[in-house]
C-alpha cells in the first residue's frame, strides 16, 4: 500500500499520560500535514512540514503539541498531558510539493482520552 | 468563525437522480476550492478542485460550479449511485497558503437504491 500510514488507528490513554501519533507519507512525497476532526466538526489544520522542518504551525495549541518531521522515519505528533478535549480523530495528510497539488489523506488516529 | 459553511448536514436522493451539495465561504482571499469524500473510519478522499479563475470544472459524473459574486460553490453528481453515499467535505485555501485547506463541517450524503 503506497498511501500515506498512520498509526496506530486506535489510541486510549488516560488524562495526564502522552500520546504519540505517526504518519508516514506517500512514497515520493515529501510535504506532510496534520488536521484534527472534533466530533460534528469539519477537519482543522495544525502543522505543516517538510522534512526537518516546521513551515506552518499557526493551528498547533500553544501548549502541549508538538510535531517533528525527521530526516529518517515518519512524522510525529505528540500530545503531552493528555486531556479529555483532545479525544479527536487525527488525520495526517502528505502532498508532492508546492502549488495546487492535492493532499492525500491517512485514514487517521483516533484517540480516546478516558 | 466558520469561514467555509456547508449549511446542510445531510441529503437523501434517489438512485440514478442528481445530488447537489452546496457550500457557502466569508474569505474573499480564498482562489482555490476542493471536494473530498468520506467514508467512515477512512480518511477524506480528493474529488474535484476548481480555481477561482474559473466557474466550472468538470470530472465523469462530478462537476464543481464557482459563484464568485455569491461566494459559493457547489458539487453536482450525476447520476448519483449508492456508493456515492458518504460524507462530503468542501474545502478551501488562500493564496500563498494552498494546502492549508479550511475545511466545512461536512454533509452526509445518502443515495437510496
Known amino acids: 500500500n503506497a498511501g500515506v500510514m498512520q498509526n496506530p488507528r486506535h489510541l486510549v490513554r488516560r488524562r495526564g499520560q502522552e500520546a504519540r501519533l505517526r504518519c508516514s507519507p506517500m512514497k515520493g512525497h515529501s510535504h506532510v500535514y496534520w488536521y484534527r476532526q472534533l466530533p460534528e466538526e469539519g477537519l482543522k489544520f495544525m502543522v505543516y512540514?517538510?522534512?526537518?522542518?516546521?513551515?506552518?504551525e499557526s493551528g498547533m495549541p500553544k501548549e502541549r503539541f508538538s510535531a517533528e518531521f525527521p530526516k529518517e522515519g515518519p512524522s510525529i505528533l505528540r500530545i503531552q498531558q493528555v486531556v479529555r478535549g483532545d479525544s479527536a480523530a487525527y488525520f495526517c495528510a502528505s502532498s508532492s510539493g508546492g502549488g495546487n497539488s492535492p493532499l492525500h489523506f491517512g485514514n487517521g488516529t483516533r484517540l480516546t482520552v478516558t | 468563525d466558520q469561514q467555509v459553511k456547508q449549511n446542510s448536514p445531510s441529503l437523501s436522493v434517489q438512485e440514478g437522480r442528481i445530488s447537489i451539495l452546496n457550500c457557502d465561504y466569508t474569505n474573499s482571499m480564498f482562489d482555490y476550492f476542493l471536494w473530498y469524500k468520506k467514508y467512515p473510519a477512512e480518511g477524506p478522499t480528493f474529488l474535484i478542485s476548481?480555481?477561482?479563475?474559473?466557474d466550472k470544472n468538470e470530472d465523469g459524473r462530478f462537476t464543481v460550479f464557482l459563484n464568485k459574486s455569491a461566494k459559493h460553490l457547489s458539487l453536482h453528481i450525476v447520476p448519483s449511485q449508492p456508493g456515492d453515499s458518504a460524507v462530503y467535505f468542501c474545502?478551501?485555501?488562500?493564496?500563498?497558503?494552498?494546502?492549508?485547506?479550511?475545511f466545512g463541517t461536512g454533509t452526509l450524503l445518502a443515495v437510496q437504491p
Open positions: 476548481i480555481s477561482s479563475i474559473k
Open positions: 474545502a478551501a485555501s488562500a493564496r500563498g497558503a494552498t494546502n492549508k485547506l479550511i
Open positions: 512540514l517538510q522534512k526537518e522542518n516546521i513551515i506552518d
